[in-house]
């Protein structure tokens, strides 16, 4: 779901869980769903420079290099929204061939094609937590586009419930389109998840009752199942309408445009358009990725509350996520190098770049360190001490630190922020 920071352990413990990815799931499972300065700005240290480890002492913020890293990060942001929509029409048309027709070999590519999608998404949550139009409180599309967990009884049917969902409820809901997605979306409850990234994915893979793999619902069921053709036509419109947001993300940070998103961040003073900046990751590192999608799961031993449990892919969810900070940082994002806050922080203390590096480049190799199935290291009969849970509870604590890193970057460049 949007983020649930505020939630906090001993209230996720009292909640009751939804039964959507484990194998001893329930119909009826329910869940409670989470200054001036005279330095030539040529003479800034880059990145390599900055992470020589020196002491030296720190400098005035070059405010010259402050605007290229704010004008940077909205090509950035642009750049990857763009690479995010790309790979969703890939997606998309992948579903449509599946879906004339059906067979185990469509269904297949149609689902990588939702792993490579997944993969362009992840690093954009880097870019959220401070209002911008990915979540703004009005007209943010988050909830509509990577809501989670999700009750899949609310979608289709699910074990012990063969007529449960939207899907197989043509009396109730007697056209499925995205007028009536869309207005169904969290209706009466968070976890009333109707569009979005995992919606598609739980219609792609079915439940996951399995402890070795993902879901494994069969290409039948868009044949000759009950409901089939209701349950096609609502994976179709849920993919259309994952690109209609995607391409409204892409038109916010257009910089071809003067009325929209990026004109107004771009518009900020400074210290308030670095602040969003850092927000956003520094909120990603701990509150949000460390908390909500790992620290949940891994202290409740809730496969529930794993993010993509449906296809397994949680594990490189997370990379992706610790890898959309580490883009932040250095400045690298699809086709686009631009000079990331990691030059900024170097221009007034190297020996602190050095430490944001090192803390970003861990944040990926430690989240690539968990052993897929993230889910794998959930089970009550997994100790503490094996190493895939291990890895888990290492990665938590590193972009827990992390967040440490980046706040402190913020203090150094004098701009205040405020993260979980």
């Given at each position: 779901?949007?983020?649930?920071i505020?939630?906090?352990?001993?209230a996720?413990?009292a909640?009751?869980?939804?039964?959507?990815?484990s194998?001893?799931t329930t119909?009826d499972?329910?869940?409670?769903t989470?200054a001036?300065?005279?330095?030539d700005?040529?003479?800034?240290?880059?990145?390599?420079?900055?992470?020589?480890?020196?002491?030296?002492?720190?400098?005035?913020?070059?405010?010259?290099?402050?605007?290229?890293?704010?004008e940077?990060y909205?090509?950035?942001?642009h750049?990857s929204?763009?690479?995010s929509?790309?790979?969703?029409?890939?997606?998309?048309?992948?579903i449509d061939a599946?879906?004339?027709?059906?067979?185990?070999?469509?269904?297949?590519?149609?689902?990588?094609a939702?792993?490579?999608?997944?993969d362009?998404?992840?690093?954009?949550?880097?870019?959220?937590?401070?209002?911008?139009?990915?979540?703004?409180?009005?007209?943010?599309?988050?909830?509509?586009?990577?809501?989670?967990?999700?009750?899949?009884?609310?979608?289709d049917?699910?074990?012990?419930?063969?007529?449960?969902?939207?899907?197989?409820?043509p009396?109730g809901?007697p056209e499925?389109t995205?007028d009536?997605?869309?207005?169904m979306?969290?209706?009466?409850g968070?976890?009333n998840?109707a569009?979005g990234?995992?919606?598609i994915?739980?219609?792609?893979?079915?439940?996951?009752?399995?402890e070795?793999?993902?879901?494994?619902?069969?290409?039948?069921d868009?044949?000759?199942?009950?409901?089939?053709?209701?349950?096609?036509?609502y994976?179709?419109?849920?993919?259309?309408?994952?690109?209609a947001?995607?391409?409204g993300?892409v038109a916010?940070?257009?910089p071809?445009?003067?009325d929209?998103?990026?004109a107004e961040?771009?518009?900020?003073?400074?210290?308030?358009?670095?602040?969003?900046i850092?927000?956003?990751?520094?909120?990603?590192?701990?509150g949000?990725l460390?908390?909500?999608?790992?620290?949940?799961?891994?202290?409740?031993?809730?496969?529930?509350?794993?993010?993509?449990?449906?296809?397994?892919n949680?594990?490189?969810?997370?990379?992706g996520?610790?890898?959309?900070?580490?883009?932040v940082?250095?400045?690298?994002?699809?086709d686009?190098?631009v000079?990331?806050l990691?030059?900024l922080?170097?221009?007034?203390?190297?020996?602190l770049a050095a430490e944001?590096?090192?803390a970003a480049?861990d944040g990926v190799?430690?989240a690539?360190a968990?052993p897929?199935?993230?889910?794998?290291?959930?089970r009550?009969?997994?100790?503490?001490?094996?190493?895939g849970?291990?890895?888990v509870?290492?990665?938590?604590?590193?972009?827990e630190?992390?967040?440490?890193v980046?706040?402190a970057?913020a203090?150094?460049l004098?701009?205040?922020?405020?993260?979980?």
């Open positions: 779901m949007r983020t649930r505020t939630r906090t352990l001993a996720i413990a909640a009751t869980l939804l039964g959507a990815c194998a001893d119909a499972t329910t869940a409670d989470r001036d300065t005279t330095a700005p040529a003479d800034a240290p880059t990145s390599d420079a900055a992470t020589d480890g020196s002491d030296a002492p720190a400098a005035a913020r070059d405010d010259a290099l402050a605007r290229e890293v704010v940077g909205a090509d950035g942001v750049a929204y763009a690479a929509l790309t790979s969703a029409q890939a997606m998309d048309a992948a599946f879906l004339a027709a059906p067979t185990e070999d469509t269904l297949a590519a149609a689902r990588q939702w792993l490579t999608a997944r362009d998404y992840g690093p954009t949550e880097a870019f959220r937590f401070y209002g911008g139009p990915i979540d703004d409180e009005e007209v943010g599309v988050e909830g509509l586009v990577n809501a989670w967990p999700l009750d899949e009884a609310y979608i049917y699910v074990d012990g419930d063969a007529e449960a969902g939207i899907v197989n409820d009396e809901t499925i995205a009536v997605l869309l207005g979306n969290e209706l009466g968070e976890a998840v569009t990234w995992h919606a994915e739980f219609l792609l893979w079915g439940q996951d009752l399995s070795e793999g993902p879901g494994e619902r069969p290409a039948s868009y044949v000759d199942a009950p409901n089939a053709d209701r349950r096609g036509q994976l179709a419109v849920a993919s259309d309408l994952l690109l947001h995607l391409d993300l916010a940070w257009d071809a445009a003067d929209n998103y990026r961040f771009l518009a900020l003073d400074t210290d308030a358009a670095l602040a969003n850092i927000t956003g990751i520094g909120e990603l590192s701990r949000e460390a908390g909500e999608r790992m620290s949940v799961a891994y202290f409740e031993r809730s496969q529930e509350d794993e993010h993509s449990c449906f296809s397994d949680t594990t490189a969810d997370i990379v996520n610790a890898e959309g900070i580490r883009r940082i250095v400045g690298e994002y699809p686009v190098t000079p990331g990691i030059d922080v170097g221009s007034v203390d190297a020996g944001l590096l090192a480049t190799a430690d690539a968990i897929a199935p993230f889910d794998a290291h959930l009550e009969d997994v100790a503490d001490d094996d190493p849970r291990a890895a509870l290492a990665a938590i604590t590193t972009l630190d992390q967040a440490d980046i706040v970057g203090a150094a004098g701009v205040d922020v405020a993260v979980s």
